[in-house]
Every structure is written in structure tokens, then in C-alpha cells.
């Protein structure tokens, strides 16, 4: 009760100051959209050099505007990465660890502050994870998650209730409401696609237009990333007609990415690897973003409620936002912190998955840690940008002999010493990856209600959509 206090007295403090400042000088805020392609992994984007045109609505769009070539979800799971998006923090000290346990009401989101800030709200979102009974709707005054069968992603019409709506429904939605707005508010605006989740059934003009020598898989994915791309340019055209003295500042990115058989994972959820949480991000305000700029600053999904509440000039951000705005000025140097969810054990893809997994990537090393399966990677993201090449597991088999050997279940390094008593440089390295990851760990502790069950009926819809858990 305390906290849900403190979240009202905040968002309300907020409101007060902006219209101290917004009273004194005429308003130019710009209408917000933010648009989430669920499952888009950023290199199957043409925008980002993808030799199939997948997107060429997000291509002109980064003509336009931005393109961040080094974007990273905070998670490779749909309901954490948004909620992260949402909330501007780590989804750990929500916990909002996995698909379907609600964002608390007590978590400020950037929905919330806007609203409080003077900005009419409205959502439509396409995939079960996100309904409004998953606490996603705070700060939004319409929330559109009402799903039919008819409107359901192909291959999912056979089942008895709709879980999700196809991009094309939920932008017929979108155009619905604002037709028939009479509001004069400023807009911030948040549309979720769920295609190109599994299972990839586009359209069949969109199936038709991938060379047949790329495998099925890929080809079905690829097709219905172009239709996203499709939609997403119908709801930007859209929304472009209600700019007003402040442009329309359009925020295109995903929650997470696929693995389409890299590392021998064809879904996501389990693994931090880059295909899995490199995503893409373009940020678009015409004339007052630099069109053609590519930033290679590592940011993260965090960042993207401080450069809504920036661009709105909201002055008093919540303590509780962690990201930076990406509309200052980025370190090249920034660690990101990435993190999978505690497994108490199952199989996924015919492989054990145990326990936590945590990654942080900085200055394109990468570090992944997840000592219930006795398993630590370390890549050199520039020369290696598959990952392909475990330094530690090199230096395990004897290539760096000064290099321990990987701790037992839950335990931390073990580190053997050189022939002079000391480390090498890359298990000295390792250590201080463990110790950040383990700080982090500390600072973003999760709460009591983190490993509370899932209700057996969303249990139930969720795996109708592909997920284990």
C-alpha cells in the first residue's frame, strides 16, 4: 500500500511540475507512437543490412530518422521485455519473470506519467502475454486486447478461442480509434504486433516472395516480418495525419528475437545469445531527429520510456527509470545487463534448462553466466558476431592453460593460477564479469511474489501460443 502511494504521489508530482512549465511558454510537444514487433530479431531486417527486403517501411523510416545498430531487449521472453519497455527498469525487481504474471500496480510506467502529464493514451496490442489482466493497461485509457477468431494469426483458427490478432486487424483497430478521436490532447500511442511469432503463416502474396533456396523455416519467418513491415507502414501513415506543432515521433523496436536454428534453438525465451536479444530500434521526429544517423552506443529497451518522457519534456523522471534518454548524448562504453528467468528444470527443444541465466555485454565483449548448467561463454562480439567462438571453452581445453575450469552448479569460478601465480588476462576478465553480474544480482533483487504459480487457464493459452512455460 505504501509503494502504490508513493507511485500516485510521484506520477502526480510529475504532472504538477509539467504544467508549471508547460503554462509559461506555449505547448509544442510531439504526438508518441511506439510500435513493438514482437519476435523481430534485428538481423532479418533489411534495415540493418538483411539481404532480403524484409523492411523497407523501418528502412525509410531509419532514412528518416535514427537507427541504433546496437539495440539489446532486457530479455528474450514477450511479458518481461515489456514490462521493462513500460517501466524503464530491470524486470527482475517487478517480478515480471516470465509470461503471465502481472506487472504489479504499484510499478510506475511511462503510460502512467504521460497521462498524468496532459497526453491522451490508448493501446492495441495483438498477443495474450500483454492483456490488460497482466497489469499492461496502467496509464492507458483504451486498451484494445479484444481478439477473434477470425482475426487470429493464421494456423490458430482452429482453436477454440482467439489468443492473438493478426498485425492487419490490430492496425484496422488502431485507425478505428483514431477516426473517430474528437480529443485535442497530445497522443502517446503504444501498437503491438505479434507477427512474426511462430507459428509463420503470412499471407500468401508474402510467402511467394522468398527465394526457395532459403530454408522453410526462415522463409515462412522472413515473409512475415515483411508483412509487419506492411501494417507498421499503414499505422505510421496513419498516425503522421494527426501531427501537430510538435511532429510525430515514431519509436519502432521489438521485445525480443528468434533463434531460427542459430545455436540449435529455433524459438526464444532460454538463451542470451545475440539472435535472441539484438533487436532492432529507430527513432523518428522530423526536424528534430537527425535523418541517416546511425549510433553504434550500445542502448537498451530501458531506454526507451526516458526518451518518450524527454521528447514530452517531461522534467521530473521516476527514480525507479533506469535507462537514458537516447535522444542525449550515448557512451560508447555502457554496460548492458540482459537476463533469462530461473528454470526450476525441463526440457526445452530436447535440452535440460536449469536455473538463471544473466549476460552483460560492454565495449563488444560479451559475457554469458548461467552456473546451474555449469555454463560460461565470453565472446568477442566485433570478430565473432555469431558467437561461435566460447574464449572460455578454448581456454578450457587447454588453449589458455591459465584459465580455471567452469564452477560446479551454483558455485563461483574457479580459477587455477599461471605458472608465475597469477591469471591470465582473459580468466581476470571473466572474474570481473562474474562479480558485475553478481552486483547487478544484488542491486535488483526480486520480490517475494517472483516464483508465484501461473493460473492453469493462462497456462493453458500460453502454450496454445508456443511457450513452454
Not at 495474450?128 to 499492461?136: E, K, Y
Amino acid at each position: 500500500m505504501r509503494r502504490r502511494f508513493l507511485s500516485f504521489l510521484l506520477v502526480t508530482v510529475i504532472a504538477a511540475s509539467l504544467l508549471a512549465t508547460t503554462c509559461s511558454r506555449p505547448s509544442a510537444r510531439p504526438n508518441v507512437l511506439l510500435v513493438t514487433i514482437d519476435t523481430l530479431r534485428a538481423d532479418h531486417c533489411s534495415a540493418y543490412g538483411y539481404p532480403i527486403a524484409t523492411t523497407p517501411v523501418l528502412a525509410a523510416l531509419a532514412s528518416a530518422g535514427t537507427r541504433f545498430s546496437t539495440a539489446y531487449a532486457v530479455s528474450a521472453t514477450t511479458a518481461p521485455s515489456h514490462a521493462s519497455l513500460m517501466t524503464g527498469s530491470a524486470f527482475r525487481t517487478s517480478g515480471v519473470l516470465k509470461n503471465g504474471l502481472p506487472l504489479p500496480q504499484e510499478e510506475v510506467t511511462v503510460a502512467e506519467v504521460m497521462a498524468a502529464s496532459g497526453y491522451a493514451t490508448a493501446a492495441f496490442v495483438s498477443s495474450f502475454p500483454l492483456r490488460s489482466r497482466f497489469g499492461f493497461a496502467q496509464g492507458f485509457e483504451s486498451f484494445d486486447d479484444e481478439f477473434s477468431i477470425p482475426e487470429s494469426s493464421e494456423g490458430r483458427r482452429s482453436a477454440p478461442v482467439a489468443h492473438d490478432r493478426m498485425a492487419g486487424a490490430t492496425f484496422d483497430k488502431f485507425k478505428a480509434w483514431l477516426d473517430k478521436r474528437r480529443d485535442t490532447r497530445p497522443l502517446f500511442l503504444w501498437v503491438h504486433f505479434v507477427d512474426p511469432h511462430f507459428p509463420y503463416r503470412a499471407p500468401e502474396k508474402f510467402q511467394a516472395r522468398w527465394p526457395a533456396d532459403v530454408d522453410i523455416n526462415v522463409r515462412h519467418y522472413d515473409a512475415e516480418v515483411h508483412y509487419a513491415d506492411k501494417q507498421l507502414g499503414r499505422v505510421v501513415e496513419a498516425f503522421d495525419q494527426h501531427a501537430g506543432a510538435g511532429g510525430a515521433l515514431v519509436i519502432v523496436t521489438s521485445d525480443h528475437g528468434e533463434g531460427l536454428g542459430d545455436h540449435g534453438w529455433m524459438s526464444h525465451g532460454i538463451n542470451l545469445y545475440e539472435e535472441a536479444v539484438r533487436v532492432p530500434l529507430v527513432v523518428r521526429w522530423s526536424g528534430r531527429v537527425a535523418g541517416g544517423e546511425v549510433i553504434t552506443a550500445p542502448v537498451s529497451l530501458i531506454d526507451v520510456a526516458p526518451t518518450i518522457l524527454d521528447a514530452a519534456r517531461v522534467q521530473q523522471v521516476p527514480p525507479s527509470f533506469e535507462g537514458r534518454s537516447l535522444l542525449g548524448t550515448l557512451d560508447p562504453d555502457r554496460t548492458i545487463f540482459m537476463q533469462r528467468r530461473s528454470y526450476s528444470g525441463k526440457e526445452v527443444e530436447d535440452t535440460a534448462v536449469t536455473g538463471e541465466m544473466t549476460a552483460l555485454v560492454r565495449s563488444g565483449a560479451k559475457y554469458i553466466f548461467a552456473p546451474e548448467e555449469n555454463r560460461r561463454e565470453f565472446y568477442q562480439l566485433p570478430s565473432d558476431p555469431h558467437e561461435a567462438h566460447n574464449l572460455l571453452a578454448q581456454a578450457a581445453a587447454g588453449q589458455d592453460a591459465a584459465l580455471g575450469e567452469a564452477p560446479a552448479a551454483g558455485q563461483p569460478p574457479v580459477e587455477k593460477a599461471s605458472a608465475d601465480g597469477g591469471q591470465s588476462p582473459l580468466a581476470a576478465e571473466a572474474k570481473r564479469h562474474d562479480e558485475e553480474l553478481a552486483a547487478w544480482r544484488r542491486s535488483h533483487p526480486e520480490p517475494q511474489t517472483a516464483g508465484a504459480p501461473v493460473d492453469k487457464e493462462d497456462v493453458k493459452a500460453l502454450r496454445s501460443l508456443g511457450y513452454v512455460d
